[in-house]
């Protein structure tokens, strides 16, 4: 399973040509099977201008990933985008296979104070995993790595990937770096990180997407700048790591 992400530089309130990038990095990408994208892809933290960057459900970037989907025979991890939904905006996920199918969407449940999301976005209320190319998968939203019940609940339910999509600020990247650490080697899963670069409104995003595999082995890691971050992934790793530590079957599900 080839995977490659694509730490964009955001492109606050454009969501065309945020699109028109995102065309352009996939026609440069070969023997690729998923690609990924970061959060808040369409608008960036443009949240006070959001009724008119958006589009109602996310129809306009959904039928963009779907024509890229099956133009390229890729399956997309759609990062996230804004999208309007009944009067109220969310940052919602949507993952597309490769014949242009929504197989998962999944609505930020954890809103960021530290960017305002509370005042301008509705939160989700569920999650779940989902299955891409036959394997269980689940996707979680920059602020939500804080909260590690979320990525063990997805990790309890199968997932052998967690996809964690980001615009993580340059000011905290050492959070982020040892969070995501923390949630592979916990986990024994693949922690697929794909963050943002450039700056909006005054935040500047640090970039650091990276790779880590169930043994907390970091493959790849991007710097700061725009970049396109490509791993091979052996799903079969993490069968082994739970077997050598097995701590799944250690938990004391009776006293906690
Ligand atoms: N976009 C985000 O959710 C940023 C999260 C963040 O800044 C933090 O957790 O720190």
Redesign the pocket.
Known sequence: MRIALYQMEVVPGNPHRAMEKIEAWIKTLSQIDIVVLP?MWNTSYTLTRLHELTDDEGEREIRFLQKMAKQHALHIVGGSIAVKSNGQHYNRSIIIDQQGEIIYQYDKIHL?P??NEPDYLAAGHQFSTFELMNEKMGII???DL?FPELSRHLALDGAEIIYVV????ME?MA?FMALLKARAVENQCYIVACNTVGECEGTQFGGGSMIIDPGGEVLAQADAHEETVIVQVDIKQSEAIRQAIPVFKSRRTDLY
Request: aromatic fraction near 14%.
């Open positions: 959060e960021v530290m960017l939203i920059c602020y804080r980001a615009e993580w600020p905290r959070h």
